[in-house]
């Protein structure tokens, strides 16, 4: 099994501000990395797939990065909207979610 | 806009088959070439993938759920299906659908990712 960790558990950070998650994963999964933001109550919402293709009208300040092992996603400018947890996962084999990263005012 | 919505039970008693049911509004199940999934949060908990289904093909399920997951489509009424066998109270979770999108990938195996979530259902195991 392919192990996914991300950092930070959580994450605390104000509006405008740049944030950055990180995620590893225990062998190389090339790109096949997704990320998603979850709130309570909400549908889950996918932001970034294939490591750094933007979802169609996820507003561009998301964006994604790394192959391989590593892999980051960031937030231009923090909205209000955007405090949530976030999760990657990996679909190069069975597929696999981080323990995810709860960003907080 | 696609849409997915989960119903079933909320409470399902220990050693039973928990049943949950998928209903997608806005577009024929059987287009687009999509894959349907579920997937599951303990509370407290992070995501954990069930499995997921072609209208035509095998169901690939969660190693550690196979010998007792199975997921269905039913084209007719524009749903696909959730069935765990002999379930005890560490399948208590809230449980997705999800529509699962496939990019092609010129160099090498697609990628695939869920492009469309319901808003989830909480299943609790109680006797």
């Known amino acids: 099994d392919i192990q996914m960790t991300q950092s930070p558990s959580s994450l605390s950070a104000s509006v405008g501000d740049r944030v950055t998650i990180t995620c590893r994963a225990s062998q190389s999964i090339a790109r096949y990395l997704n990320w998603y933001q979850l709130k309570p109550g909400k549908a889950p919402k996918a932001l970034i797939y294939a490591a750094s293709s933007l979802q169609s009208g996820v507003p561009s300040r998301f964006s994604g990065g790394g192959s391989g092992t590593e892999f980051t996603l960031t937030i231009s400018s923090l909205q209000p909207e955007d405090f949530a947890t976030y999760y990657c996962q990996q679909d190069y084999t069975t597929p696999s979610f981080g323990q995810g990263t709860k960003l907080e005012i | 806009q696609v849409q997915l919505q989960e119903s079933g039970p909320g409470l399902v008693k220990p050693s039973q088959t928990l049943s949950l049911t998928c209903t997608v509004s806005g577009g024929p199940i059987s287009s687009g070439g999509y894959y349907w999934s579920w997937i599951r949060q303990p509370a407290g908990k992070g995501l954990e993938w069930i499995g997921r289904v072609y209208i035509s093909g095998s169901p690939n399920y969660n190693p550690s759920l196979t010998s007792r997951v199975s997921i269905s489509v039913d084209t007719s009424k524009n749903q696909f299906s959730l069935k765990l066998s002999s379930v005890t109270a560490a399948d208590t979770a809230v449980y997705y659908c999800?529509?699962?999108?496939?990019?092609?990938?010129?160099?090498?195996?697609?990628?695939?990712?869920?492009?469309?979530w319901g808003k989830g259902t909480t299943v609790t195991v109680s006797s």
């Open positions: 999800a529509r699962v999108r496939r990019d092609f990938n010129n160099s090498g195996r697609d990628y695939y990712y869920m492009d469309v």
